[in-house]
T-cell receptor, first 115, second 110 residues
Framework: GAVVSQHPSWVICKSGTSVKIECRSLDFQATTMFWYRQFPKQSLMLMATSNEGSKATYEQGVEKDKFLINHASLTLSTLTVTSAHPEDSSFYIC???????????FGPGTRLLVL | QKEVEQDPGPLSVPEGAIVSLNCTYSNSAFQYFMWYRQYSRKGPELLMYTYSSGNKEDGRFTAQVDKSSKYISLFIRDSQPSDSATYLCAMMDSSYKLIFGSGTRLLVRP
């Protein structure tokens, strides 16, 4: 149980385009999901907290107009990187809060390369 | 001072060895403690989570929490080459956010 999926697993796009990443909890409902970014050989950096039916809460330094988050249902959150630039190339990982709130389950990650 | 400190490694051990991974933390409000395993280019995989001080065992893995010392450990018995990965400790704060250690890279040599 407790499976979280992400789609796509990797994406290459041209500079200036927008990219949408989906995060789904497959076998449980997640009122809260989280979006992280990870650079090579570094730990995960929390970007934002996504609550179902309400606006996301962004961490300091994360541009909310650039990283649009939508959590329209209890099993789906999306991250849209708008007007992507090469510096946005990274590994994006989502997680879902467990129903009891005691832990988070992570997706497999999405590798984004902006050319 | 970081809220969570983790031995950076890398840690290299022979197959079959017992591995000890450790983290210390400064925020006494942390309530849940987790260990994740992350393979290269993959998302973190939850190994164990604990709430109270004491030990919790799952197969070859044992998680230990000492709240009085603000110290957590993960022990891996009979380590295998497939255990080679980065191990992340994480603590959950009151807003359900995870505070991660920097990760310890483990290499188990055949």
């Amino acid at each position: 149980g407790a499976v979280v999926s992400q789609h796509p697993s990797w994406v290459i796009c041209k500079s200036g385009t927008s990219v949408k990443i989906e995060c789904r909890s497959l076998d449980f409902q997640a009122t809260t999901m989280f979006w992280y970014r990870q650079f090579p050989k570094q730990s995960l950096m929390l970007m934002a907290t996504s609550n179902e039916g309400s606006k996301a809460t962004y961490e300091q330094g994360v541009e909310k107009d650039k990283f649009l988050i939508n959590h329209a249902s209890l099993t789906l959150s999306t991250l849209t990187v708008t007007s992507a630039h090469p510096e946005d190339s990274s590994f994006y990982i989502c997680s879902a809060k467990s129903p009891g709130g005691e832990t988070q389950y992570f997706g497999p990650g999405t590798r984004l390369l902006v050319l | 001072q970081k809220e969570v400190e983790q031995d950076p490694g890398p840690l290299s051990v022979p197959e079959g060895a017992i591995v000890s991974l450790n983290c210390t933390y400064s925020n006494s409000a942390f309530q849940y403690f987790m260990w994740y395993r992350q393979y290269s280019r993959k998302g973190p995989e939850l190994l164990m989570y604990t709430y109270s001080s004491g030990n919790k065992e799952d197969g070859r893995f044992t998680a230990q929490v000492d709240k009085s010392s603000k110290y957590i450990s993960l022990f891996i018995r009979d380590s295998q080459p497939s255990d080679s990965a980065t191990y992340l400790c994480a603590m959950m704060d009151s807003s359900y956010k995870l505070i991660f250690g920097s990760g310890t890279r483990l290499l188990v040599r055949p």
